[in-house]
Structure formats: C-alpha cells, structure tokens
C-alpha cells in the first residue's frame, strides 16, 4: 500500500503537508503549528473518527494536557477555517469520543515516497522529544531515512522515444505512411527491418 499524498484539496482549501501550507482560493491563509498539525491529521485520515487521546498523544507526544486543550485547539482551527459558518462543518464532534473530518477530499500530487518520508520526520520528531539514548538513536535513524526517501523524489523522467529509422523527420511537413514490409529477401541490408523503397522501371 503506497504512502498518503503529501496535497490535498478539501473544498475552497489547498493543503500542502510537506510545504506546511494553507490556501483558500488560492490565497495563503495562516495558521499556528498546531493547528497546522491538527488539520493535517484530520484531513488524512477524513472520515474517520480521531477519538480524543490519538489526537492528544499524536499533538502533544512529551506534554501532559486534558481534553481542554484539544478542544480550544479544535475551535482555533474550526474559526481559521470558517468552519460552521452558513455551511455544514468540516469538523465534526463526537461526543464523548473525538473528532472526524466530513469534507471530500481530493489528493493532489500524489508521492507515495515524499508522504513515507514525511512519516518519518514525524516519528523522528516523536522520538527526539523523548530524550532517552535510546530514543535519539532511534530518532537520528528516522531523520535519515526521512532525508533518503526525499532526496530520492521525483523519480526520474522517463527518457523520450526514439524515432524509427524507418520513419524519418520530415521537418513537421505530413508525409505518406510507410509501404507494408517485404519479404526478408527484399529489406535494405542497411536497415534490418525496414521496407526498401520501391524502384521504377527504366
């Protein structure tokens, strides 16, 4: 299964994960970084209820905060996004439970190599936090794994094709399709493959 595209477009919204950026309707619309995260989080996983301690551990992975915390986090991002305004919510409350994002949301661009690398900086991130030996190893191994797979995006333009010998440039000028191929006796020794012009009489 490949990795979640790193751009999404939910409704007037542009959501791009890897340059940390929000539009709406083309212009730039900031938020703070947890509300970023949040919504990040939200629109990834859209349609599925985030029950409350997921999205506190994923947000707030080396702080301990209640459930207050997320809700003025949740209302923040639901008044940056006009959310609830004259329109059915983005964001939906569960009560008791969490969150779940109701919007459609369409993946822009998607690479599954840049989206595995973004997972990594964030559990490298998560683990850094820890501050245990044992978790900075671990967190330096994520953050070059993250650093390899981006490195390693786009992959490489495939190269253009070749023309055939058999049929050359013309200068943009139509020409007539090639004649059927002859019998093997009769192909240009020159050009295996190709049909030897025909010859007049004398």
Not at 79 to 88: C, F, K, M, N, Y
Not at 127 to 140: D, I, N
Request: glycine share 8%.
């Amino acid at each position: 299964m490949g990795a979640a595209p790193n751009a999404w477009r939910f409704g007037p919204f542009d959501l791009d994960v890897r340059e940390r950026r929000l539009a709406r309707a083309g212009a730039p619309l900031r938020l703070a970084p947890k509300a970023f995260d949040l919504l990040t989080l939200l629109v990834e996983r859209n349609g599925r209820l985030l029950r409350k301690r997921e999205l506190i551990d994923a947000l707030w992975p080396d702080t301990v905060v209640g459930d207050a915390s997320l809700a003025r986090l949740v209302s923040a991002l639901r008044q940056a996004l006009g959310d609830g305004r004259g329109q059915e919510r983005l964001i939906e409350t569960v009560s008791k439970s969490g969150y779940r994002f109701r919007a459609a949301v369409l993946p822009l661009g998607p690479a599954p190599r840049t989206g595995l690398a973004h997972e990594r900086y964030l559990r490298g991130r998560y683990l850094w936090g820890r501050r245990s030996p044992q978790a900075l190893e671990k967190a330096v191994r994520a953050f070059d794994g993250a650093l390899e797979l981006d490195r390693a995006w786009p992959p490489p333009t495939p190269a253009a094709p070749t023309r055939s010998p058999c049929w050359p440039d013309t200068g943009g000028r139509r020409r007539r399709s090639p004649r059927p191929a002859r019998p093997r006796s009769a192909r240009s020794p020159s050009t295996p493959g190709c049909p030897t012009p025909m010859r007049r009489s004398a």
